[in-house]
């Protein structure tokens, strides 16, 4: 699935993973490839990202919102 985080000043993450932890309001949550459609709010923590070759990245954020739809992920991020 594609993935993007955006934040208000640049464009921190772009391409293909296989999942996507997040750190949503009522706790931590994954999204993996076909997830149902989702909008959620998010607040600070760590964005956990393991891509295609297992690799793991982790982006510290302070809060945001992740929309998820036909295996894509935006996450507008502070």
Do not use: C, W, Y
Not at 32 to 60: I, M, T, W, Y
């Amino acid at each position: 699935m594609k993935l993007e985080i955006i934040t208000p000043s640049s464009t921190l993450f772009t391409g293909e993973v296989s999942l996507v932890q997040l750190p949503g309001i009522d706790g931590l949550f994954e999204i993996l490839k076909s997830h149902a459609p989702l909008v959620s709010a998010l607040k600070e923590g760590r964005v956990k990202v393991v891509d295609d070759q297992n690799q793991e990245q982790f982006f510290d954020i302070r809060g945001g919102v992740v929309e998820v739809s036909h295996d894509k992920v935006l996450l507008l991020a502070e």
